[in-house]
């Protein structure tokens, strides 16, 4: 497991499309390490007891408009005070401005300050979001990730068993592919795992025989994302003839990733089976068993309440 322990500003500067007001401020080895973020508004008061320095800062208008009620003098000071701190970037968001005195001291204490026109809210939640999922618990495996009907499908098996093929099959019918040969997953939280593609490979097929395609060149844009929750895993596998394989689907089976279990579903391989199709209704059955419907137990219940009917017909017949 790989956990990542710290995030560069520069990659968040690029993910957020952030102005940089402190150009002579090196961005190199300057690195976000937590997800949280702080508004320093008791900062701003004076008060620096129990303060987080190590969050990134944000200035909305509200902190904005009080700052300016303060004399020249006064800001200065908690300028001062909290670039002293180490904090690792300012950002001011909703359209306002740092003053001179801000950079001045900015660029004195080596802290880089952006600008950003979102509201401070958005892009606070928007931050935080990308953080969680930036520096969360991380492990690569061997699989393929496809997005059917809005369900995130993990394709696992053994090489050359047939994964990259279905998930070109289930591209072609209009769903989109995440990842191919290579799975990032990271573990945003106790219930959700996030699934993404390297760098180097994402939008990539291999397809043996053939080589290497780019999805999204030859299908367009819609065929492909960049990442998604992790629903529903389908392990590919030879048919193996003697051994029994669930056919009612009554009980679930789960496989396990950083601690948090995902419904699987093993598919035994034989000549003929047409692997987007099953994928896909598995991803719909699946949809359905989240919203309360389950087909198995409804056939289990028809059945159960077939016999008591019988039952009850020879009761009343014998009497």
Same mark, same amino acid.
């Given at each position: 497991?790989?956990?990542?322990?710290?995030?560069?500003?520069?990659?968040?500067?690029?993910?957020?499309?952030?102005?940089?007001?402190?150009?002579?401020?090196?961005?190199?080895?300057?690195?976000?390490?937590?997800?949280?973020?702080?508004?320093?508004?008791?900062?701003?008061?004076?008060?620096?007891?129990?303060?987080?320095?190590?969050?990134?800062?944000?200035?909305?208008?509200?902190?904005?408009?009080?700052?300016?009620?303060?004399?020249?003098?006064?800001?200065?000071?908690?300028?001062?005070?909290?670039?002293?701190?180490?904090?690792?970037?300012?950002?001011?968001?909703?359209?306002?401005?740092?003053?001179?005195?801000?950079?001045?001291?900015?660029?004195?204490?080596?802290?880089?300050?952006?600008?950003?026109?979102?509201?401070?809210?958005?892009?606070?939640?928007?931050?935080?979001?990308?953080?969680?999922?930036?520096?969360?618990?991380?492990?690569?495996?061997?699989?393929?990730?496809?997005?059917?009907?809005?369900? /995130?499908?993990?394709?696992? /098996?053994?090489?050359?068993?047939?994964?990259?093929?279905?998930?070109?099959?289930?591209?072609?019918? /209009?769903?989109?592919?995440?990842?191919?040969?290579?799975?990032?997953?990271?573990?945003?939280?106790?219930?959700?795992?996030?699934?993404?593609?390297?760098?180097?490979?994402?939008?990539?097929?291999?397809?043996?025989?053939?080589?290497?395609?780019?999805?999204?060149?030859?299908?367009?844009?819609?065929?492909?994302?960049?990442?998604?929750?992790?629903?529903?895993?389908?392990?590919?596998?030879?048919?193996?003839?003697?051994?029994?394989?669930?056919?009612?689907?009554?009980?679930?089976?789960?496989?396990?990733?950083?601690?948090?279990?995902?419904?699987?579903?093993?598919?035994?391989?034989?000549?003929?089976?047409?692997?987007?199709?099953?994928?896909?209704?598995?991803?719909?059955?699946?949809?359905?068993?989240?919203?309360?419907?389950?087909?198995?137990?409804?056939?289990?219940?028809?059945?159960?309440?077939?016999?008591?009917?019988?039952?009850?017909?020879?009761?009343?017949?014998?009497?």
């Amino acid at each position: 497991m790989n956990t990542q322990s710290s995030v560069p500003i520069e990659k968040l500067v690029q993910k957020m499309d952030l102005v940089n007001r402190t150009e002579s401020v090196s961005l190199e080895g300057k690195m976000l390490t937590t997800p949280e973020v702080n508004r320093p508004a008791l900062q701003l008061t004076g008060y620096f007891d129990y303060f987080d320095a190590d969050r990134l800062q944000v200035i909305g208008y509200v902190e904005y408009t009080y700052l300016d009620t303060l004399s020249r003098e006064r800001k200065r000071v908690i300028y001062e005070r909290l670039l002293a701190a180490k904090i690792p970037a300012l950002v001011y968001t909703t359209k306002t401005i740092p003053d001179e005195d801000m950079l001045e001291l900015a660029v004195r204490y080596d802290v880089p300050v952006f600008m950003t026109t979102r509201e401070t809210s958005a892009f606070v939640a928007e931050v935080i979001r990308w953080l969680n999922v930036e520096l969360a618990p991380c492990i690569t495996i061997h699989g393929v990730l496809v997005d059917v009907y809005g369900e /995130g499908i993990l394709i696992m /098996g053994e090489s050359g068993i047939g994964k990259s093929e279905a998930a070109l099959e289930l591209i072609k019918r /209009g769903h989109r592919l995440i990842t191919d040969d290579v799975v990032e997953i990271r573990k945003v939280s106790d219930h959700s795992l996030v699934g993404t593609a390297p760098d180097i490979t994402r939008h990539f097929i291999e397809l043996r025989g053939i080589g290497i395609i780019n999805v999204k060149t030859l299908f367009g844009v819609e065929s492909v994302m960049d990442t998604t929750n992790i629903d529903l895993v389908i392990k590919l596998e030879e048919w193996d003839k003697d051994k029994e394989y669930d056919r009612l689907g009554l009980q679930e089976e789960y496989t396990e990733f950083l601690g948090n279990r995902v419904t699987c579903h093993s598919l035994p391989i034989r000549p003929g089976r047409n692997l987007a199709v099953i994928v896909e209704s598995a991803a719909v059955n699946h949809r359905q068993k989240k919203m309360g419907y389950n087909a198995a137990q409804e056939l289990y219940n028809r059945v159960q309440q077939g016999i008591m009917k019988n039952m009850a017909k020879h009761k009343d017949e014998e009497e």
